[in-house]
T-cell receptor, first 118, second 112 residues
Framework: GAVVSQHPSWVICKSGTSVKIECRSL??????MFWYRQFPKQSLMLMAT?????????EQGVEKDKFLINHASLTLSTLTVTSAHPEDSSFYIC??????????????FGPGTRLLVL | GENVEQHPSTLSVQEGDSAVIKCTYS??????FPWYKQELGKGPQLIID?????GEKKDQRIAVTLNKTAKHFSLHITETQPEDSAVYFC???????????FGKGTTLSVSS
């Protein structure tokens, strides 16, 4: 159990377009999901915390109007990068807390989505 | 806020040797410390975790130790194998449901 998927696994888009990334918990319900961004050879930087049925909480410096997060169900959270620019190119990874497996704090990560903005 | 420091940034060992990665944290309220392994182009995979009411935890070749007084925790990998080569991240959190704060990662290379 505790499988998290992401779609797409990679995407190439033109500057100015919007890109939607989906994060799904496949075999459990996740009330809380997290979105991270990772640049090459760097650590994971938290972007926002996504709670089902409520507004996401964004980290300082992350533009909420640019990175739209929707956690509409207990198994799906989406991240939309609006008006993407080349500097938004990165590896986006989501994680989800499993309510019953492991410690209450345990997070399981998706495989990531590689975004390249031309 | 919490700050997690991780050392070394790179580590090269021979197959069969042991590898040790160390992390320190700043927030004394932190009570959960997971370790993740990330292979190239993939998401992090949880390999072991420890809570602050435990000093050591072991799972086959992997062990984690925690020193709450000194606010540091370490990952120990014994009998390393080439497939252990990856980037390892330590993390900390202080409350159920809150996000993890990650260290900068350690690139482990195991040569045969």
């Amino acid at each position: 159990g505790a499988v998290v998927s992401q779609h797409p696994s990679w995407v190439i888009c033109k500057s100015g377009t919007s890109v939607k990334i989906e994060c799904r918990s496949l075999d459990f319900q996740a009330t809380t999901m997290f979105w991270y961004r990772q640049f090459p050879k760097q650590s994971l930087m938290l972007m926002a915390t996504s709670n089902e049925g409520s507004k996401a909480t964004y980290e300082q410096g992350v533009e909420k109007d640019k990175f739209l997060i929707n956690h509409a169900s207990l198994t799906l959270s989406t991240l939309t990068v609006t008006s993407a620019h080349p500097e938004d190119s990165s590896f986006y990874i989501c994680s989800a807390r499993h309510p019953l497996q492991g410690a209450a704090e345990t997070q399981y990560f998706g495989p990531g989505t590689r975004l390249l903005v031309l | 806020g919490e700050n997690v420091e991780q050392h070394p940034s790179t580590l090269s060992v021979q197959e069969g040797d042991s590898a040790v990665i160390k992390c320190t944290y700043s927030d004394s309220a932190s009570n959960y410390f997971p370790w993740y392994k990330q292979e190239l182009g993939k998401g992090p995979q949880l390999i072991i975790d420890i809570r602050s009411n435990v000093g050591e935890k072991k799972d086959q070749r992997i062990a984690v130790t925690l020193n709450k007084t000194a606010k540091h925790f370490s990952l120990h990998i014994t009998e390393t194998q080439p497939e252990d080569s990856a980037v390892y991240f330590c993390a900390a959190s202080n409350q159920a449901g809150t996000a993890l704060i990650f260290g900068k990662g350690t690139t482990l290379s195991v040569s045969s």
